[in-house]
């Protein structure tokens, strides 16, 4: 019969390749699009692909064999949640990819947003892996902390946006720097939407924890 732990250590396999590639987008963001880290981060979304559809049916098969209780239960459906979790945040992570490939941030006039984007790009790496580790532990505490902790990110979206108002709204642009401003934009959105994920994931551990539903609130 399968144990719940095989979930886990599943989970912990595509949480490790999900924090790679956000190191990986990192390095493009600080150093520009390098075929060879693009090679590697398609790589790794196989990986990532492969693994999600492993472990779904890991969690089907727990499902029907194990009939768990209501808290297993709960923690098991929670399990799906949190794969689904990791495989939409490496397609976002994939989407970055693109938007880096078609700009051109080289140029000193990006080097404040290049600083920005890899700081929110690090913030929510680091507290993706701390929601998924302390979910994976069943730490509680660690859990409410979390809910109650602000990462900041909202801050540095909005700065992103006025500031790239307040640098290019009174000069001619060429196509290619309309492109970078769109793609700086893009990429601080799509890093906004991780943490709008990583957020769900600490409410649907909750209530995998105690039976109490916080999504709405």
């Known amino acids: 019969m399968l144990q719940p732990i095989n979930i886990d250590a599943q ?6 390749i999900v924090i790679q590639q956000f190191e990986l987008v990192d390095e493009l963001i600080m150093n ?44 098991t459906l929670a399990s799906y949640e949190v794969i689904l979790f990791l495989e939409q945040t490496g397609n976002a992570l994939m989407n970055i990819t693109d938007h880096i490939q078609e700009a051109d941030l080289n140029s000193s006039d990006y080097v404040y947003f290049k600083t920005v984007l890899r700081n929110m790009l690090i913030s929510i790496k ?60 893009f990429i601080a959105r799509l890093i906004k939407k991780i943490e709008d994920n990583v957020i769900d994931i600490l409410k649907l551990a909750i209530f995998a924890f105690e039976g109490i539903d916080v999504r709405h609130k």
């Open 11 to 16: 989970i912990e396999a595509l949480l490790a």
């Open 32 to 75: 520009g699009f390098q075929e060879s880290v693009y090679q590697q981060l398609q790589a790794n979304e196989g990986h990532i692909n492969r693994l999600d559809t492993a472990t779904t049916k890991t969690v089907s098969m727990v499902m029907i064999l194990q009939m768990p209780k209501a808290s297993m239960f709960r923690k």
């Open 126 to 185: 680091l507290f993706c892996n701390t929601v998924l580790i302390a979910f994976l532990k069943n730490d509680k505490e660690q859990v409410h902390q979390l809910l109650d902790k602000e990462v900041f990110i909202e801050k540095m979206l909005k700065e992103v946006s006025g500031n790239i108002v307040d640098a290019f709204q009174e000069i001619p642009l060429t196509k290619q720097e309309l492109t970078n401003i769109v793609a700086i934009s």
